[in-house]
């Protein structure tokens, strides 16, 4: 796993097919392959990075938005991420309504693989 090795891309060609709440992870559920990896990325790229950034390491100090790459963030674990991006937390927004259980469980997984 290369994961800190992004492909680059533009942005566009990153946005298509990631629209607002249709994204299609229906098919292809082997995840922990390399197309899911970067399955899982793309997803990030489109609903997080933009408070996050690519690599999780973004702070956006008015937002209190702060590193998420961390061990105190990821050793949170996977029940309790997923939770804070079901819901929102402070300034972050809910993602219940707009990504799936199995969407937001892939953010996660890609959160926790972050270094
Ligand atoms: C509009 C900006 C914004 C977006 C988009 C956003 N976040 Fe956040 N995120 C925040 C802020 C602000 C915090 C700090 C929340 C707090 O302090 O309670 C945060 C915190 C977090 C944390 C840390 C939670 C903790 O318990 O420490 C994780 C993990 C996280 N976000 C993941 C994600 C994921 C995954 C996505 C995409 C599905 C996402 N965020 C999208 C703003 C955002």
Redesign the pocket.
Known sequence: MHDSAFPVRSTAEMSLGFNEGTVCDRNGRGDGDAAAGSRRGA??KA??????GAD?TKS?AA????P?NTE??KS?GAD??AG??TNG?????A?KGK?GADE?AA??Q??LSLK
């Open positions: 997803l990030f609903k997080c990075a933009g408070c996050h999780g956006i937002m209190g938005v702060k998420i105190a963030v949170k309790a991420l804070t991006v937390s402070g300034k972050m927004p993602f990504l937001i953010v996660v890609y959160v």
